[in-house]
């Protein structure tokens, strides 16, 4: 195992999902600087207000960056920027300017056949995608002065090859990987030109594994890994196969860097700087994504910590911990206190709303009854701290803890609630719930007024306003709709199948519900819930599903006001459905719909579209 640090030891800062002030980021500076970082990543997309392009004042102008730049330098931090090359370019292809420019413009279908709002990703054979991209690069590296490396992100690109133009010299999905390459290729050089090293986010070598046989091996590849344990390489997307992959960039002489982050939990950071440690990694970093509507300070005892733990390769995590949270809020470490912390890290670091979603889809044998409860005990642990540490920052990071458990708790109890109301074991949901939603909205404003823009603030009170009325609208649904209750199946952690129900009523009315992912968490088994008018008399329910990796249907099922309707036989089947009689019995067997693998439906695009369904006579149960 190594002992000595490695020296790119970074945090990263989302800049593109929400709009920071000078002095939030030189804040964030300063604490990586204070906790043994060497970088700072800022992920910034087409944030840069340039005349090429600008967002407005959700944008950051050179003059700042490039003061935030020396500032950084000036703490012996390295500001390392995050720009969108391919995917994730959205921001940019609104502009009329460039619509030209998107691989798929308003209306096409992307590669899960879904028609796209605007563009997403650029056209990577256009040359006014590489003439735009040059000019770009060129006027960043003028910012960037201090930094020998550029990030990047050529992640998520789904839709290469799609346009008319790419389209043209593309014989096979070889052609697609090809394409990618030529793109990264170019990118390579002009960076080079420009004094820069290239850092690329590593998960299209999943789909496109013979390129690394292209790339010059002075890219250094970004291995992002998020899982809960991450003790192996899983790749993005495709089926979680497991890959050695760090060993094999080793053995082709590419450095990578090890990428983990705070949108899960505290768990993905201790496991990938333990499996990192078994490697030969030429760096790490911790990524703070999307902090749109919280802020980024509930992370800070984890990144100190992190810190810690990547400044003295082997130290226990918990002396790490101590040591972090002595720092952070200028307090004797607490066992309480950290196992606080640590409970509700390990639960949901990043909280956020997950829409209807939350109140429909519950894991196969009901809601987590045991986090509510420890999630309280941290929630009030956190509480009695309050008045023990100092006023100023430590304050103010404890208040954000305190928060973002309420939220991460607010999560929880709205989950079982609307279970127990489903399955009536409650008449209706508590009081409680919409007061703490009030709450919560109210005490998130005041927290990001403080440090946002009034509007930007105004905004997520807004959210908070939209999502009691969702709880709401679930309540009245609940409480006097019929509703569907179909049992699921989806193993892919990635999965992007989409299904939709077709029912056909007594009288010949015909109700559909429209195509949806359904994966929840990570949920292998779960059951979702539609609601239905109270009248309905149901017939026939279709189920019809496509996309990547497929989807596994246990049961289905209607409940109105005229009766209970559960399948009595199959009445067709097509596409591809592996075992439909096993909806007709309740239970966890599961008729399959599409294909399990991944990477073919990546290599011939037809099959991700393709159909596959069933349709059913329901009958009333006596
Ligand atoms: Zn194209």
């Known amino acids: 195992m190594r002992s000595e640090p490695l020296t790119y030891r970074g945090l990263q800062l ?51 960056l490039r003061e935030l730049d020396d500032y950084a330098y000036s703490k012996k931090i390295i500001l390392v920027p995050g720009l ?3 995917g994730h370019c959205e921001m940019l292809l609104k502009d009329p300017r460039y619509q030209h420019l998107a691989e798929l413009k308003a209306g096409d279908l992307n590669r899960f056949g879904f ?39 050529l992640d998520e690109a789904w839709e290469v ?55 010059p091996n002075d890219i250094i590849l970004c291995a992002w890994l998020y899982h809960r344990n991450t003790c192996s390489y899983l790749t993005h997307f495709l089926n979680q196969a497991t890959n050695d992959q760090h060993k094999v960039y080793e053995e082709k002489g590419f450095r990578y860097l090890c990428l983990s982050s705070d949108y899960y ?67 004797e470490p607490s066992d309480r206190l950290i196992d606080a912390i640590l409970f509700y890290s390990e639960h949901e670091m990043s909280p956020r709303f997950y829409g209807k979603k939350i109140m429909t889809s519950f894991p196969f044998f009901g809601p987590d009854r045991k986090s509510r409860y420890a999630l309280r005990m941290a929630l009030q642990t956190m509480r009695d701290f309050l008045d023990r540490v100092p006023d100023g920052e430590p304050r103010f990071i404890l208040e954000n803890l305190i928060l973002n458990c309420r939220f991460a708790l607010l999560n929880q109890d709205i989950n079982l609630h609307c279970w127990e109301l489903l399955k009536h074991q409650s008449p209706d949901l508590p009081e409680e719930l919409f007061g703490e939603m009030r709450s919560l909205g109210r005490d998130y404003y005041a927290m990001i007024s403080a440090h946002r823009r009034k509007d930007q603030a105004e905004e997520v009170l807004g959210k908070w306003q939209a999502r009691e009325k969702m709880l709401n609208d679930f309540r009245q649904d609940a409480l006097h709709a019929g509703r ?56 026939e329910m279709e189920i019809t599903a496509y996309g990547f990796a497929g989807v596994g249907i246990t049961w289905i099922e209607a409940l109105t006001d005229r009766g209970r309707f559960v399948p009595e036989k199959v009445l067709e089947s097509s596409g591809l459905v592996e075992s439909p009689e096993y909806l007709l019995i309740e239970d966890a067997k599961f008729a399959f719909f599409g294909t399990r693998d991944v990477f073919s439906e990546f290599e011939d695009r037809a099959k991700g579209l393709a159909r596959h369904s069933v349709r059913l006579k329901m009958r009333k149960e006596l």
């Open 14 to 64: 989302d800049l593109a999902r929400q709009t920071e002030s000078r002095e939030y980021i030189k804040s964030f500076i300063d604490f990586a600087a204070e906790h043994h970082f060497t970088t700072v990543g800022i992920y910034l997309e087409w944030k840069i207000r340039t005349e090429l392009y600008d967002v407005g004042e959700d944008g950051y102008t050179p003059e700042l």
């Open 161 to 215: 090859g799609y346009c008319e133009r790419c389209r043209k010299g593309m014989k096979s999905f070889a052609d697609e990987g090809r394409i990618y390459a030529e793109h990264v290729l170019f990118i390579h050089d002009v960076l080079k030109k420009l004094g820069k090293t290239m850092i690329m986010s590593d998960d299209r070598i999943d789909f496109y594994p013979g390129i690394l046989d292209r790339l």
């Open 265 to 331: 939990v505290w768990g993905n950071i201790e496991t990938y700087t333990a499996y990192a440690n078994g490697r030969n990694p030429w760096g790490l970093q911790v990524a703070c994504w999307e902090k749109y509507e919280i802020l980024a300070q509930a992370s800070f005892p984890a990144l100190a910590a992190a810190g810690e733990m990547w400044n003295e390769p082997g130290l226990p995590v918990r002396e790490a911990w101590n040591r972090a949270v002595r720092s952070v809020f200028r307090i």
């Open 484 to 539: 569907v209750r179909l049992g699921l199946a989806l193993p892919e952690e990635w999965s992007t199948m989409y299904t939709s129900i077709r029912i056909r009523t007594a009288g010949g009315k015909v109700l559909e519900i429209p195509f949806e992912n359904l994966k929840q968490g990570e949920f292998f088994l779960f059951e979702k819930y539609y609601f239905i008018p109270a009248d309905s008399e149901i017939e």
């Open 84 to 86: 969108s090359a391919l």
């Open 115 to 153: 028609p796209v709002a605007h563009g997403h990703c650029l056209c990577p054979t256009h040359p006014g995608t590489r003439e735009l991209l040059e000019k770009y690069f060129t006027i960043c590296s003028k910012i960037f002065i201090h930094t020998p490396v550029f990030k990047i992100g």
